[in-house]
């Protein structure tokens, strides 16, 4: 570890997603750093992003960043498929911190771990950008990738089904069908929600296919970029999670558990109106 | 008819709905009204309302109908079960022009059908609001009423699904079994975009059980109030068609053709940030 930026290191790490799934790449976080403050905003009034356009998904991803550089963070971590893929490049143009999306680690990951076709599954905005493709193929230009499109597994996880209903395994093996004829040598969970959903996917392809949960591996390349700034919290006690969500916070805490992270110390409202305000200054990059 | 306001009746009729499902009412008007002019609001970028805070979707209800108030409409359908939940109430004490809603005018048809229980499935949100049982008891306070919410089905249209895909009759014997058992007298589609699914919600309610498509029951509660207050245009030619919507344009335009909407004329972008500086002004009711 370096010697590092002491004034910048007991800053918060800010994360923003389309609603609650961001709070699995939270507990991934979490569990990395558990000393480490986090900001947290999840834009849950206009989620989904994953059925929309890049061009509103962006301006979106724009506005949540812009809300959360007021907490002055040391890291943004887009924890949202879909945000990075219609977003990352931009938002590493327009911010004045370092940017970690949860794309490129896990096709990293993917690349390393064995030769072989590699699969994706995501929301529908994820699959259509490209990003995973494009992602893989700057790291290994020859590498097959097979990627599906599963735009009910988000509101599947979200009405609190479990892996072991008769729906999930059907709407499963619907979408699954291509993947498990190809078996490819791992899977990316391509989406903040499908970790929920990992056990039943598992048992459908089988321990062949072991899968990637791209929240984790956005976690350790966190670690990783922190570590080599010297931005790791000296915090001794552990750190706390404030969120903040444009629609219901009782809703929010509620639905929060499902997904897992630990204790949150506080929600609180954000109107979109008021994010809708916030722009980013041209040219803030470092 | 009366004699009518000449000055007002070639006006249009404004349509606002969280995306696309609002076409289905469109369709609905469209058929009982070939002449009438519409002016049509989808709100795609923030689509579902269904699964949101009634605060939430009373907020965007008002900058939606504030946006429809620039085109001096003669009448405003509120053609979104969610959001006639939430705000049909404040739309009325706040816009200066009538306000037609899906759920009230189906609520009515089906307490004049028959004595006896009945059914009405929708969004999370239409059915937590308890809207459809409050309007069927202002009508007839002693009534039963079973109102099952089936978040899945907006996602599994939007998807593309038919009607004989096995997951949309995986997805709806599990959401309709208890009111199959119940057996009601009538069951309301309290969502527009059910009746792209009445083939096989019919199939498994059985004859027995008649549909109440909630926009067609609009539809004519609109041509009654135009009636009433002479409104109706005297235009010999078919009414256009000018759509808004609030993310891409081009998927509005080849979505839309699933809502089996006559010729649309038009489809213009609006972006969100524009429908949130748009605010009514405190007490502008007539």
């Known amino acids: 570890m370096s010697?590092?930026?002491l004034s910048r290191s007991e800053n918060p790490i800010?994360?923003?997603d389309s609603g609650?799934?961001?709070l699995t790449v939270v507990r991934?976080?979490?569990?990395?750093?558990?000393?480490?403050?986090i900001v947290y905003l999840g834009d849950t009034a206009r989620v989904p992003y994953g059925t929309k356009s890049l061009q509103t998904i962006r301006r979106f991803s724009l506005e949540d960043a812009a809300f959360l550089l007021e907490f002055s963070p040391k890291m943004i971590v887009v924890a949202c498929n879909s945000a990075s893929a219609a977003a990352v490049t931009v938002l590493r143009e327009r911010l004045p911190v370092e940017v970690v999306d949860v794309i490129s680690p896990s096709a990293a990951r993917a690349v390393a771990h064995a030769p072989g076709t590699i699969g994706v599954i995501g929301t529908e905005a994820t699959v259509n950008s490209g990003a995973y493709q494009r992602a893989i193929h700057e790291?290994?230009?020859?590498?097959?990738?097979?990627?599906?499109a599963c735009p009910l597994l988000v509101p599947i996880v979200e009405e609190g089904r479990d892996q072991t209903d008769p729906i999930v395994t059907h709407?499963?093996?619907?979408?699954?069908r291509d993947l498990q004829r190809i078996r490819p040598t791992v899977l990316i969970l391509g989406c903040t929600h499908y970790p929920l959903l990992s056990g039943a996917i598992g048992k459908l392809m089988g321990p062949a296919t072991p899968l990637i949960n791209s929240g984790w591996a956005a976690a350790q390349e966190a670690v990783a970029r922190l570590e080599r700034g010297g931005l790791r919290s000296r915090r001794q006690e552990r750190g706390t999670l404030r969120c903040f969500t444009t629609d219901n916070p009782?809703?929010?805490a509620a639905f929060a558990q499902r997904f897992g992270t630990a204790r949150i110390d506080q929600v609180e409202y954000l109107g979109t109106d008021m994010l809708e305000t916030r722009r980013l200054?041209?040219?803030s990059a470092p």
């Not at 991934?28 to 403050?37: F, H, I, W």
């Not at 790291?139 to 599906?148: N, T």
């Not at 709407?171 to 699954?176: E, P, Q, T």
Request: aromatic share 8%; hydrophobic share 35%.
């Open 171 to 176: 709407v499963l093996c619907d979408y699954l």
């Open 3 to 5: 010697s590092g930026d």
């Open 14 to 16: 800010g994360v923003f």
């Open 281 to 283: 200054p041209e040219g």
């Open 139 to 148: 790291l290994d230009p020859s590498r097959e990738v097979v990627a599906v």
């Open 250 to 252: 009782q809703r929010f």
């Open 28 to 37: 991934e976080l979490q569990s990395a750093m558990p000393n480490e403050e």
């Open 20 to 22: 609650l799934g961001g």
